[in-house]
């Protein structure tokens, strides 16, 4: 079955170390989304990507970076992790074109400690 | 600015009806969406509104007025199972979500 999928699950890490989250989908989709959700937020959009090479910033995308070498992938890099950025990260991605009903199908989520 | 305003919490009882309501501003719009998360887990989608009114499927209604801003999802005949997070979205004239803190919901025996 096509899924979507991220690793690590769980992940703890120093302040100042570089970390890449990895997401991975099977559904062949064009766009791809990275969120943060922390207690008492909405879901906060930190990069996204419609298609090969293309991607774009979202509210909260300082400190953050992606690539988007193939249709599958989206890894995340956090270029120097900080306390602040300790969160549980989503990767999403919805098929197609743009337009208002695609939804968005989520990954397991990432819980990331920086100490 | 953008917003999206729903209640933190609300407790229902099982066998219940109970509806979350969804107030937003947003920059243009194209849609809202209701989303279900477990603790835990991740968001799973549950229904899109675009135009006015109410769209039912099964257990689960949602409703839109795009004059008022304003969205409700409705969840019918209430089992355990139903306790979870209930996020809000709507998408904007860019097609990005713009996403609701979400509301707990506790199902009581």
């Known amino acids: 079955d096509a899924e979507i999928t991220q690793s690590p699950r769980h992940k703890i890490t120093e302040t100042g170390r570089q970390v890449t989250l990895a997401c991975h989908q099977t559904w062949n989709h064009n766009n791809m989304f990275w969120y943060r959700q922390d207690l008492g937020h909405g879901l906060r959009l930190i990069h996204y990507s419609y298609g090969v090479h293309d991607t774009n910033k979202g509210e909260v995308s300082d400190g953050y970076s992606v690539s988007r070498s193939n249709t599958e992938d989206l890894p995340l890099t956090l270029e120097s992790a900080a306390s602040s950025q300790t969160s549980v990260y989503f990767c999403?991605?919805?098929?197609?074109?743009?337009?208002?009903?695609?939804?968005?199908?989520f990954g397991p989520g990432t819980r990331l400690t920086v100490l | 600015g953008q917003n999206i305003d729903q209640p933190t919490e609300m407790t229902a009882t099982e066998g219940a009806i109970v509806q979350i309501n969804c107030t937003y501003q947003t920059s243009g719009f194209n849609g809202l969406f209701w989303y279900q998360q477990h603790a835990g887990e991740a968001p799973t989608f549950l229904s899109y509104?675009?135009l006015d009114g109410l769209e039912e499927k099964g257990r689960f209604s949602s409703f839109l007025s795009r004059s008022k801003g304003y969205s409700y999802l409705l969840l019918k005949e209430l089992q355990m199972k139903d306790s979870a997070s209930y996020l809000c979205?709507?998408?904007?004239?860019?097609?990005?979500?713009?996403w609701g803190a979400g509301t707990k919901l506790i199902i009581k025996p």
């Open positions: 509104n675009v």
């Open positions: 999403a991605s919805s098929p197609g074109e743009i337009s208002g009903g695609n939804e968005q199908f």
């Open positions: 979205a709507a998408m904007d004239s860019n097609y990005q979500l713009i």
